[in-house]
């Protein structure tokens, strides 16, 4: 009985604000941020962003890729997500306005020039995927400021300059994607300290050092499950501590300046299932533990002055001159 009383009574509540929420305006600083972006971003965006309210008024609905939610006797947007429509320009500086954004989308577009420094104003940001652009200019360290971010996408861009440490400063980052940009110097260590972080690619890039130095930190990656460094200038060997990193699935190596021997420490990471090894400087011979590892699936090695005998893991396709039609 006190069940069916509560149940009734939450509905009479949904009933009784639900004029409320109809009745909400939308905030005057999201609506001028976004129809400033409405008129930069030109027609392919803007055909489906009719009237002045993103959020919607009357008759009119939200604008296409626009999510609000409902403060108090406001409205705010949340979310914006415009991407794959050609967008062609700088980065809309407006956009740092939306005080309230959780979600900030516009990948595969064609933005141009730097990410401003304002955008560490985003506070609650949580996901910031910018990908598949033409961004410039160095990665700004106010993203450091994104103390909710979990994911970052910034691949697939022209970004210069190193790697900021700044990024350390995101403690619930999970997900962080650097690669196809043009990234010089090192590797931060402090990204080590990132608690939460599961993958982290920067491959494609102009990145130097070593592996020794990007984990020096003791205790670093504790949840790393994906470490992708392949196509950089990285030298040394590959040292035994790297075997600390327990949760480790894949690690790619491949086309750097990298030798010395295969520490049999990596065979202990006990569900590493592709190691990437191929075009660096690795000799001696690969211990037998790794042809015994459970999780094991691919081991790639060519490219390399192993001992004669070694051999791969998994099936490599070599690409025979018949193939070369596929090519064109």
């Not at 149940?7 to 004029?19: D, E, N, T, W």
């Not at 990908?131 to 996408?153: A, F």
């Not at 491949?254 to 420490?265: C, E, R």
């Amino acid at each position: 009985m006190a069940l069916r009383f509560s149940l009734a009574a939450f509905s009479l509540i949904l009933l009784l604000s639900y004029p409320l929420l109809l009745n909400a305006k939308t905030l005057k600083r999201d609506m001028k941020a976004l129809n400033e972006i409405k008129a930069s971003l030109g027609w392919r965006v803007v055909y489906a962003w009719v009237g002045d309210d993103p959020c919607g008024d009357g008759d009119l609905p939200p604008w296409s890729g626009v999510t609000c939610s409902t403060q108090g006797d406001y409205r705010v947007v949340t979310e914006l997500e415009v991407y794959a429509v050609s967008i062609v320009g700088p980065f809309p500086t407006a956009v740092t306005n939306l005080l309230d954004l959780t979600r900030l989308d516009l990948h595969n577009n064609k933005l141009t020039g730097p990410i401003p420094p304002q955008i560490g104003r985003l506070k609650r940001l949580k996901m910031l995927n910018l990908r598949w652009n033409k961004l410039q200019d160095v990665i700004p360290p106010e993203i450091g400021e994104l103390k909710s971010l979990t994911h970052l996408h910034l691949s697939f861009n022209s970004f210069k300059g190193e790697i900021p440490k700044e990024l350390a400063n995101l403690p619930e980052l999970r997900y962080l994607y650097l690669q196809e940009n043009r990234l010089i110097g090192r590797i931060p260590a402090e990204l080590g300290t990132l608690q939460n972080l599961r993958h982290l690619d920067v491959g494609n890039n102009h990145l130097v050092g070593t592996i020794r130095e990007l984990i020096r930190i003791e205790g670093c990656f504790p949840a790393l499950r994906n470490l992708y460094l392949n196509n950089n200038y990285l030298t040394g060997g590959i040292p035994a501590q790297l075997a600390n990193l327990t949760k480790l699935e894949i690690l790619y190596l491949s086309y750097n300046k990298m030798s010395g021997i295969v520490p049999l420490g990596l065979s202990h990471i006990p569900r590493l299932t592709y190691l990437y090894l191929d075009h660096n400087q690795f000799s001696g011979r690969i211990p037998d533990a790794f042809y015994k590892h459970p999780f094991l699936k691919d081991m790639y090695i060519e490219g390399n002055a192993f001992r004669p005998g070694v051999k791969p893991i998994g099936i490599h396709k070599v690409l025979e001159l018949t193939d070369t039609e596929f090519l064109v």
